[in-house]
RNA sequence: GCGGGCGUGGCGGAAUUGGUAGACGUGCUAGACUUAGGAUCUAGUGCCUUAUGGCGUGGGGGUUCGAGUCCCUUCGCCCGUACCA
């Protein structure tokens, strides 16, 4: 029978959907399996070739798991809040619902056409109140939980122990008490502002350009009154729990960077003739000795009274350059440091030296004190700039047995690694590390500085509170008011969710006040005292529905509560998570610290939440250029012997790969990959193509070729001549049993494209011998089918089988099938292949070589010389070494 | 700079983790069947050579009976990050 796709794949969807075959049930009694995919963005431009990636790839997984017998939890939804949907309500006046809903439509009717075994019943929206009522529910969480650095974990608030003399000082002292220790807190803030989009942006959507992440253009510094979350209290444990996770080496590093730890000491310099202290963090206080200027941050709070008179000119216009310079390109500039001297000088500690105070935006107000002491000779920034400011190197560490010795004793080159202390004692303080290596000199001068009380070790974060509001319609709104006595309370949780008001107007105000500003019957409110209030008009950010949507899923529909608890033990945490690399940092963060709060609260059982994690790699295009590199659009380009020209100039052109773009023509649409291969076909070559985690580009060739796989595959399996009775062919069930072992084991290591390869090889052989049995015949729909379902399903019809073969047990490997008696062995002579020659396994090595000595091929090699080794490794390799 | 990854036929990629390099697919060549085919089937296909043979996994060196795989060195590409003291 052809191949008619057409049919076949609709036939199947419309049984799966009918009969509600993968609805999963909280089975306790089965071994369970969550596996998840990052869920979409429900763009207007619908599903590309790089969606189905990672979705095929869970589903190839998901359902071999079904027929291994696990209790599988595979669900999708829609991570829908989002500005292209309040933009185009902005043009259009449409409500970003409506676009919202239509765009999902289209998706899941995108996905249905892919035959993903997902259960519907458990679809989610971010956007949907009864979803977002659980958002807005866990915000309260994060507002009520402080976190206790004793016991290191998140507390209720109602826990947090008040000072007596806040208590003192009455109710108001003990709110703003609590407030400063809230995991969750309003406050004024320093935050970028991009003037394009209309909102404030997380540093973390800021690009290294200053450029905003969504729409490209540059940001500003504002202050406005922000939501933000304290992530950095839980910078430690989302440290350590990164250790037990099976993620990508990659990604842990990327997260550690960004969490970005670092232990040293914060250390007080007096400041000669002020009378006041200036605290500095370094990782090295164990090169005090070596300091011979401190460096302030422009932001700095004792700035204007460490700068004398003479220089407050100069310190005051560099203060207002650096200023601009931060909001522009920081990066281009940051290749020369600038700084100029303030005038004065502090007290080195350790020997009670004067060394001048220089203010340079070379250090950053918002990490550590923002002020340093600079050890040029040992930290390569600080020798820069004495370089530049012709200001002394004191080289206090001996490298020793090292080229370049002589110059780093001298102060010529900047020494960073470890050695032996020289020039570091004091007589005038008595203290003295001269002898000593690096650890050991960390070591004794923290103790020395913390017993003199002028410094103490310290552990500083990178990680920054999150800045979690936006000036947005489109976002969950926090379930607070503000009221008109200063008080700030939560909406009830018997009043959640609160919902987004209806607008005419979806435009943002000028001065960064949200659209809701506008609503004025649901912005106003008043209590049952008369009091008034006003909502708060910021919403969250995308991130809060995707920092907890996998838990939701357990349960999509309870209305009682977030989750039910055993469920949530049941399930959790997710064995596998499979999505793009781009949220290594970001989504991934956020989501493991909300978790780890509801953890603190015991409202989830599990530490973290994404046992494994897998990146899959971008899916790109070919592309064309020119010789001079000019980027040729592919409607441009004819192809005429593997050689690639210009339809219009005949200028002949390369073939590269890139991302695949509107500009380039080169975007490839799935819906049109299933009208002309089906979605088998589509399935299987998103697969085919290469590993996973790696870019690939796309090639309709390749498409071909595994369609042709599929049509030889069916119209032998489907045409009952083939089927035959009796026993099965020697060579054919050795194969087969060796493919069912293959394609276990690819599908196990997600390596979908070697098991493909190993179904195709096993086609090929049963297509030349012509005929198989029935069970070998059912056997291959069954390891086929996680792959390319709809042909699965149809053949194991064909066989007479009238249920689903989704649940069918995975075929057993019958070992005795594999077992070899002989092996054919290649003969090397010095390492090259020269013949094979098939031997018994059990053969002893002295008959081994023995029987390949005596072959007669063997004897033109031996001609002449002396066999001076003779290795055998069993079932693997004979290798002779003549000379 | 730093961190992570990669480099194998014309192309996408295999290689059981130190043991026959190039599985599988595509492309190409030849043939069969066809009114025709961008359908289907068969055979061949790393490079050089007349076969025997020689050379081949970015380059150079090393360890080993044996290296795509391990070590040293060097070149190139991709991703992330960026004055974090």
């Given at each position: 029978m052809e191949y008619n796709f057409a049919e076949i794949e609709p036939k199947w969807q419309k049984y799966w959907e009918e009969n509600k075959t993968f609805k999963t049930f909280d089975d306790y009694s089965k071994p369970k399996y969550y596996i998840l995919d990052m869920f979409p963005y429900p763009s207007g431009a619908g599903l590309h070739v790089g969606h189905p990636e990672g979705y095929t790839a869970t589903d190839i997984l998901s359902r071999y798991k079904r027929m291994k017998g696990f209790n599988v939890l595979h669900p999708i939804g829609y991570?829908?809040?989002?500005?292209p949907a309040e933009q185009y309500a902005m043009q259009t006046g449409t409500h970003p619902a409506i676009t919202t809903q239509k765009n999902c439509d289209n998706f899941r009717r995108q996905i249905k056409a892919i035959g993903l075994s997902y259960d519907w019943d458990r679809e989610i929206n971010t956007t949907d109140p009864k979803y977002f009522k659980w958002t807005q529910w866990i915000f309260k969480q994060l507002y009520n939980t402080w976190y206790d650095n004793d016991m290191k974990k998140g507390r209720p608030i109602s826990e947090l122990p008040i000072p007596e003399e806040v208590k003192a000082e009455g109710a108001e002292a003990v709110n703003k008490y609590m407030g400063e220790k809230r995991l969750a807190y309003y406050d004024n803030a320093q935050v970028w502002w991009c003037d394009s989009c209309k909102t404030v942006c997380a540093n973390e959507e800021v690009l290294t350009d200053g450029a905003h992440e969504k729409c490209g253009h540059q940001v500003t510094r504002k202050n406005l009154k922000q939501w933000l979350l304290r992530i950095p209290h839980y910078g430690e444990r989302l440290l350590e729990g990164l250790d037990d996770l099976d993620w990508p080496a990659g990604v842990k590093d990327m997260q550690r960077n960004w969490i970005g730890k670092s232990s040293g000491a914060e250390v007080d310099f007096e400041i000669d003739g002020l009378g006041k202290k200036l605290r500095v963090y370094t990782t090295r206080p164990d090169t005090l000795f070596g300091a011979t200027y401190m460096v302030i941050a422009p932001e700095h709070d004792l700035i204007n009274e460490i700068v004398t008179a003479d220089k407050k000119e100069t310190v005051a216009n560099y203060i207002k350059a650096s200023a601009l310079k931060s909001d522009l390109d920081r990066t281009d500039l940051a290749k020369e440091k600038t700084g100029v001297f303030t005038g004065r000088f502090a007290i080195n500690p350790v020997n009670k030296q004067q060394i001048p105070i220089w203010v340079a935006?070379?250090?950053?107000?918002?990490?550590?004190?923002?002020?340093i002491m600079a050890v040029p000779a040992h930290d390569t920034r600080d020798f820069e700039f004495a370089k530049e400011f012709e200001i002394p190197v004191i080289c206090i560490l001996d490298p020793k047995e090292v080229e370049k010795r002589k110059e780093i004793l001298a102060g010529n080159i900047c020494w960073t690694e470890d050695g032996e202390y020289i020039n570091s004692a004091s007589t005038e303080t008595g203290f003295d590390i001269n002898g000593l290596n690096k650890s050991e000199g960390i070591k004794k001068t923290v103790e020395w500085l913390e017993s003199k009380e002028i410094g103490k070790a310290t552990i500083n974060f990178k990680l920054r509170d999150w800045l979690f509001s936006r000036q947005r319609y489109w976002g969950e709104p926090f379930p607070v008011i503000h009221w008109e006595d200063g008080e700030v309370t939560l909406v009830e949780d018997d009043d959640l969710p609160l919902p987004l008001p209806n607008l005419e107007q979806y435009t943002p105000g000028?001065?960064?006040?949200?659209?809701?500003?506008?609503a004025e019957d649901w912005l106003i409110v008043t209590d049952k005292n008369g009091r008034k209030g006003r909502r708060e008009t910021n919403t969250m950010p995308q991130w809060a529905g995707s920092c907890w949507y996998y838990l939701r899923y357990i349960d999509p529909n309870n209305t009682e509560s977030i989750f039910d608890v055993k469920k949530e033990q049941y399930w959790m945490p997710v064995d596998l998570y499979v999505g793009g690399?781009?949220?290594?940092v970001l989504h991934l963060l956020y989501s493991r610290f909300w978790h780890k709060v509801l953890f603190d609260l015991g409202i989830v059982s599990t530490g973290e939440p994404f046992q494994k994690l897998f990146n899959q790699g971008m899916i790109l295009a070919f592309a064309y250029e020119t010789a001079t590199g000019a980027k040729v659009a592919s409607d441009l380009v004819v192809e005429k012997d593997g050689k690639y020209s210009h339809a219009e100039t005949g200028e002949e052109l390369k073939q590269i790969v890139a991302k695949m773009s509107k500009s380039l023509k080169n975007v490839v649409n799935p819906d049109d990959v299933i009208n002309k291969f089906g979605a088998d076909s589509l399935r299987l070559y998103e697969m085919f193509m290469g590993p996973l985690d790696e870019r690939k580009p796309w090639a309709e060739n390749g498409v071909k070729g595994v369609f042709n796989f599929l049509g030889r595959a069916y119209r032998f399996f489907s045409e009952p001549e083939n089927i035959v009775e009796g026993s099965e062919d020697k060579e054919v069930a050795k194969l087969l049993h060796q493919t069912i072992k293959k394609v276990e084991f690819d599908i196990e290591h997600l390596k979908f494209n070697t098991g493909i390869s190993a179904l195709m090889v096993f086609n090929n052989l049963v297509i030349k011998k012509g005929k198989v049995t029935k069970e070998t015949a059912e056997i291959f729909a069954q390891i086929l089918a996680p792959f390319a379902p709809h042909v699965g399903e149809e053949l194991w019809s064909v066989y007479g089988n009238d249920k689903t073969l989704s649940y069918e047990p995975w075929p057993l490997v019958d070992e005795s099938l594999l077992q070899e008696n002989t092996f054919e062995y290649p003969v090397s002579f010095n390492g090259k292949m020269r013949f094979l020659l098939e031997l018994p396994i059990e053969m002893q090595k002295n008959e081994v070589e023995k029987a390949v000595l005596a072959d007669e091929r063997a004897q033109r090699w031996l001609e002449g010389k002396t066999v001076r080794k003779f290795i055998l490794v069993p079932k693997r390799i004979i290798n002779v070494v003549i000379g």
């Open positions: 991570d829908a809040f989002g500005l935006d070379y250090v950053l107000m918002g990490y550590g004190t923002g002020a000028e001065s960064g006040e949200s659209p809701l500003s506008n690399a781009e949220h290594a």
